[in-house]
């Protein structure tokens, strides 16, 4: 166990210095740059500005410049809002985005598990049939199509909830349900084709003749095994997660880091969007560890072999 | 208490094939304290009878007609779920084939043996613990009591089933029933397992119901021997009485196509023999009958010296061949003997250079055959073949049998044209009992025996001289396989071929070879000729694999003086 | 398995596709989607970047089947334009995934040994990569170019590809039948296409007809946040983000092309279901 932890850690240190390089050669290539705005600014004033930010200096400089003091933890000031440091920028809309996340998560998992196993354990019945209708129309209905979709009903006809915006609890509700409905739709997908596996295990077999009941069979011998793609998901699902964060952002104008990363692209604000990615970069990390070590834990195997 | 009598039970499936009539209104019963055995072959509807009655059999596609199980005045078959799962573990146990897939991966082995004290209320879970504790200690599984935590894949299959018995008989119950108990393990785990069985069952007095494919292995445990065939019972008796005077032809045949270690004659009967008497089904060898080769004079066709190979695995290296010479006669079979992971696999595909050797040197023709890539490579590929265990998983399913058998021919030259590789195809089709028809099919429409012949014939296209058949004929009934080995002798006969027959069946090497050699732990600890291995063994491994093989398989006339009958030690 | 007349595994995993009705019927709404986005804009009248400012938010009638957009542009024009391009993403994404991911999975999983540890080690570094982001930050500071559009697309899913792939390479390389085709003396390369290849194709097709609808749904994700195909071009996506935004004044405007869409999803990922039944029986649900 914890050579896992530490291998993955020594692992992680040449993945962001790749993902650092890539990104910072990559937004300097690209054409544009962060003075370069609709509004003309003088062209004194620019070249001032890019001395300040140290941008007329040679890229291989820049570059070495930017290592040494992320190497301290110093993302550097933004270069659209220079007086906001991208760490702070990033501590203001990250708990934004971790909110939501949650919650869908949440959402997702309290959905999709218990619909996934009852499908699994009445099999061919309509306790079955309906939830993976369901499920199958939330895959096919993505976020995008969703969100309008509660906005129009639950808050435009029936005003249950504010449509936009990112106040109190009361805006919490249709986001997380536009983002976790679609992971509920996957898990509970997932849950009852990895249960259905299970329960023809010789092993559930033995336990039968043993003479455990069903809800024995179902919570002592099946779950674990049944359970373990969902976990296997989780990875990419939270990945998914975060992509899902920039629509969802969008649609419902909430102040999360998706839309700040998004914005800060349009504007080549070099250090912002250097910033957001290497955070990102080690959130997905961060968390490929926590499914690998819940896999682990559930697995007695992998435990070992890990 | 404990009398189970099974009436006129029908079950069929229904697939979607159609209705298939797995167990066809068979008559069983079993006395207190009474251990029978219930023999018969793969889709016979023995596990099926098993599994019937503790209704653990999946309804749908199953489906029961009117007969009736019976155990202590109720029909099983009436009982609703609740009132079946009292029974299920606390009166009437299960133990299974596979002990790798049958314990549960993510539990405690401990947990698991407890856990049917723990369902039955029976005892509260410490008390539980305790006893499972002492039942494992009792069966032998001493490791738990030193790691209480360990999981199921850090045993052995032997301890697997070594645990599933303990599970099976902690809460006492009336009846065991044994399906196929031992039939994963081997030979020497086998005889383990199964005295251990034995002894926990008659000091219990639980009785037994035994499945088991194996005529002569349920003869050493079984009072009384049920014979199943295609879903009927053809025959039942007290065990001596079946092997002394079997009534029913499949019976007959049953006992006579399965080579013992004293089966010495050219071929082996089969079943058709019996069924179908008079009618001649296959070509004898005895018919071309040329003299057997002497194994002295015979030049050495392959010859291999000092040969080591390792495999890397996560814990290191292991040596699966250590320091391995052996001499093989041209025309003459070799017989290779050995439990799983002693070797004789990885032996037989260094032979053929299908797998990198260490260090060594194989000789064939008395030419060196290199590593991979050496010139010659293509030349000695043709002259040296290969027959696999598994003749499900040997055969490309998405190539047609003609396409699987010209292949060969193209890619080694040989033939001009293609009606000339087709003729020769056909040719080889006939020579191992198939023919024209079966040139369009796909492998999936055939038989395990088919497909095995069909491997055959594969492996002679290139004409060969020299072929290695990898456990062959060990997943097969009893009368697939005799019919397989006749073919393999008749082979070498008309083509005077030669061969390393591996197996872990001595009962089969010795009827297929000249020579033997035993092997374990990557090492040759014993080698000579078929005779003398048997009548004489040198050390004491090969004594325990002899000993470690059913009474009833290693002779015909074996002397009945029943285990049950004679006190244990 | 116990058939008696002659017959082919493709010709079996065909009959057990027609008779998956939910799997013919969305073959046959796959065909359709697929012919009216082909013919649509032919037999249209309008094209898709037509203006007609003194039409603007007409609802659906009879000159404009599916009404009219906020410049007065038929939405049927834009629906079924914007499902060529939709479509052809997904396939085209599909393809270049598959290209690489087959190819770098069988090569991984046939050699084995060091070689597959490193290849493997690369996909699982770029697994942990936040790859997605990287897709946006492409399109953004690149421009929304149509060919970096699926390079990129396909450059994130060909991953997944290359794992199962290697995975079912394994598994068959050890199958006796490779080892067979071994000791026969066939070349690598015959073995690896005459042997397992046609061997992989099962699931290669399932796992190919369940990535068409994750790029698509990718590609409008793209399109949505702004980054996908231009305006006056339109995908599915670009037209759901405007329906969205008009939902109030205009619903159809989120209708045609979200149905158009949300069908398209459902059939694919029915269609794969039923192909992972048919190909592959043992792994059948029920």
């Known amino acids: 166990m914890r050579k896992l932890i530490i291998s993955r850690v020594l692992q992680a240190v040449p993945t962001l210095w790749v993902i650092a390089t890539l990104t910072f050669f990559m937004t300097r290539y690209a054409p544009g740059g962060p003075f370069d705005s609709e509004r003309a600014i003088p062209e004194e004033i620019k070249i001032k500005l890019q001395s300040h930010f140290g941008l007329d200096r040679p890229l291989f400089d820049q570059y070495l410049l930017y290592l040494k003091n992320l190497l301290q933890g110093d993302l550097g000031p933004s270069f659209k809002y220079p007086e906001w440091e991208v760490s702070e920028l990033i501590a203001t809309a990250f708990p934004v985005s971790l909110t939501l996340g949650l919650l869908s998560l949440l959402i997702a998992l309290m959905v999709g598990i218990p619909a996934g196993m009852i499908a699994a354990l009445r099999k061919n019945s309509w306790v079955d049939y309906l939830p993976m209708s369901l499920s199958m129309a939330g ?55 990895g249960m259905l596996e299970t329960l023809q295990q010789d092993y559930v077999r033995t336990a039968r003749a043993k003479g455990a009941k069903s809800w024995r069979i179902l919570t002592k011998h099946a779950a674990r095994g049944g359970l373990l793609p969902v976990v296997t998901f989780l990875g990419p699902a939270f990945a998914g997660l975060i992509t899902g964060s920039f629509v969802i952002e969008s649609i419902f104008f909430i102040p999360g880091l998706g839309k700040f990363f998004v914005t800060a692209a349009f504007n080549r604000d070099y250090t912002m969007v250097l910033g957001t990615v290497l955070f990102y970069a080690s959130l997905i990390i961060l968390l490929n560890l926590l499914v690998d070590l819940l896999q682990a834990w559930l697995d007695p195997k992998a435990r070992q072999e890990k | 208490m404990g009398q189970l009598t099974i009436r006129n039970l029908e079950v069929s499936f229904h697939t979607r094939e159609g209705i298939i009539r797995a167990v066809d209104g068979i008559d069983l019963a079993i006395g207190p304290g009474e251990i029978v055995g219930l023999v018969g072959e793969s889709g016979s509807g023995k596990s099926v009878t098993c599994n019937s009655v503790l209704q653990l059999l999946p309804c749908p596609p199953a489906q029961f007609g009117e007969g009736k199980i019976e155990w202590s005045s109720k029909d099983l078959l009436q009982l609703d779920e609740d009132k079946m799962r009292r029974i299920r573990g606390k009166e009437i146990s299960m133990i299974f084939q596979d002990p790798m897939s049958c314990l549960n991966p ?59 018995i303990a599970m099976a008989l902690i809460t006492q119950p009336a009846l065991l029933l044994a399906d196929e108990p031992t039939t994963a393990l081997d030979v020497t785990v086998q005889a383990k397992v199964l005295s251990i069985l034995r002894e926990l069952c008659s000091e219990l007095g639980v009785s037994v119901l035994f499945v088991s494919h194996d005529l002569g292995l349920v003869a050493e445990l079984a009072d009384r021997v049920v014979v199943m065939y295609r879903g009927k019972v053809v025959e039942q008796n007290d065990t001596a009485s079946i092997f002394t005077h079997p009534k029913h032809p499949y019976v007959k045949a049953l006992i006579a196509c399965r080579p013992t270690l004293e089966t010495s004659d050219d071929r082996l009967p089969t079943v058709e023999d019996f069924i179908n008497p008079g009618k001649e089904t296959e070509k004898s060898p005895a018919d071309t009958s040329p003299p057997k080769t002497s194994s002295k004079s015979a030049k050495t066709l392959v010859e291999a010296k000092r040969l080591v190979v390792e495999f890397t695995t996560d814990e290191g290296s292991v040596r699966a061949v250590n320091d391995v010479s052996i001499k093989i006669p041209q025309g003459s079979t070799h017989g290779l003997v050995g439990e799983s992971g002693s070797g004789k696999t990885s032996l037989g595909r260094s032979l053929l250079n299908l797998i990198r050797r260490q260090s060594g040197e194989i000789l064939f ?8 890539g050496h010139p010659h490579e293509k030349q000695f590929r043709k002259s040296m073949q290969i027959i696999f265990q598994d003749p499900y998983a040997s055969l490309n399913p998405r190539l047609t049998i003609e396409q699987a058998l010209v292949e060969p021919m193209i890619v080694h030259n040989l033939g001009s044209s293609k009606r000339e590789r087709i003729k020769r195809v056909i040719d080889l089709l006939e020579e191992v009992g198939l023919g024209e028809e079966h040139l369009a099919r796909y492998p999936h429409e055939f038989s395990g025996g088919q497909r095995q012949r069909i491997c055959v014939a594969r492996a002679l296209t290139t004409e060969p001289e020299f072929i290695v058949c990898d456990e062959c004929v060990s997943a097969m009934d009893v009368s697939v396989q005799a019919q397989v080995l006749n073919l393999l002798k008749s082979l070498q006969a008309s083509r005077g071929l030669t061969y390393l027959f591996i197996s872990h069946d001595l009962g089969v090497v010795k009827f297929m070879s000249d020579q033997i050699s035993v092997m374990q732990k990557g ?22 694999l002899i000993n470690s093989i059913p009474a009833a398989n290693r002779s015909k006339n074996f002397s009945f003086t029943h285990p049950s009958v004679s006190p244990g030690p | 398995m116990s058939s008696t007349h002659s017959s082919s595994l493709g010709r079996d995993a065909w009959l057990r596709l027609r008779a998956n009705k939910m799997a013919m019927a969305s073959l046959f709404l ?15 009248s309008y094209s898709y970047d037509q203006q007609n400012l003194d039409r603007v938010f007409q609802s659906p009638d009879t000159t404009h089947l599916f009404g009219t957009d906020n410049l007065g542009r038929d939405l049927f024009a ?4 914007g499902g060529r391009i939709s479509l052809a993403v997904g396939l085209l994404a599909t393809l270049v995934s598959l290209v690489i991911g ?3 999975g069988m090569l991984s999983g046939y050699c084995g040994g060091r070689l597959d540890a490193w290849m493997m080690r690369l996909v699982d570094v770029l697994y942990s990569l936040p790859f997605i982001i990287f897709v946006i930050l492409l399109m953004v500071l690149f421009g929304r170019n149509f060919l970096l559009l699926f390079l990129a697309i396909g450059a994130v899913e060909w991953l997944t590809m290359a794992r199962i792939t290697r995975a079912q390479t394994i598994n068959l390389k050890n199958a006796e039948f490779i080892e067979a085709a071994r000791a026969l003396g066939y070349s690598h390369l015959r073995i690896l296409f005459h042997h397992l290849l046609p ?13 068409v609808p994750a790029v698509m749904l990718l590609e409008s994700v793209l399109s949505f946040l702004g980054l996908g195909v231009q305006a006056p071009m339109s995908s599915w996506g670009s037209l759901i983000k405007e329906g969205a935004e008009k939902m109030d004044a205009a619903p159809w405007l989120l209708f045609f092309p979200g149905m158009f869409f949300c069908l398209t999803l459902f059939a694919l990922n029915f269609l794969g279901d039923g192909l992972r039944d048919a190909l592959d029986p043992k792994s059948s649900k029920d």
């Not at chain 1, 449509?163 to 919490?172: E, I, N, Q, R």
């Open chain 3, 102 to 104: 087959v190819t770098y």
């Open chain 3, 78 to 81: 834009r629906t079924t334009y």
């Open chain 3, 199 to 211: 061997n992989l194709i099962g699931p290669i097709i399932i796992y190919a007809t369940l990535t």
């Open chain 2, 106 to 164: 993510f539990m405690t082995v401990l947990d698991q043996v407890a856990e049917p004290l723990i369902i039955h209320k029976i005892c509260k879970p410490a008390e539980a613990k305790r006893k499972a504790l002492e039942m494992l200690a009792k069966v032998g599984v001493h490791r738990v009591k030193e790691y209480p935590n360990s999981y199921p894949h850090e045993f052995s299959g032997g301890m697997r089933q070594r645990a599933m």
């Open chain 2, 523 to 544: 090492q040759i600890v014993e080698s000579g000729s078929a005779e003398n291995i048997y009548n004489d063994p040198q050390t004491k491994y090969t004594q325990q």
């Open chain 3, 30 to 44: 796959l065909a359709a989607v697929a012919l009216i986005s082909l013919l649509g804009p032919l037999l249209c």
């Open chain 1, 139 to 193: 895959i096919c209905l993505p976020t995008f199509v969703l969100g309008p979709l509660l906005i129009y009903a639950l808050s435009t006809q029936l005003g249950m909830f504010p449509p936009l915006g990112w106040y109190g609890p009361a805006d919490w509700v249709l986001p997380s349900l536009t983002l976790g409905l679609f992971y509920a739709a996957y898990i509970a997908r997932l849950t009852r084709a």
């Open chain 2, 365 to 372: 023709n008395g030419i060196p055959v290199g590593h991979k």
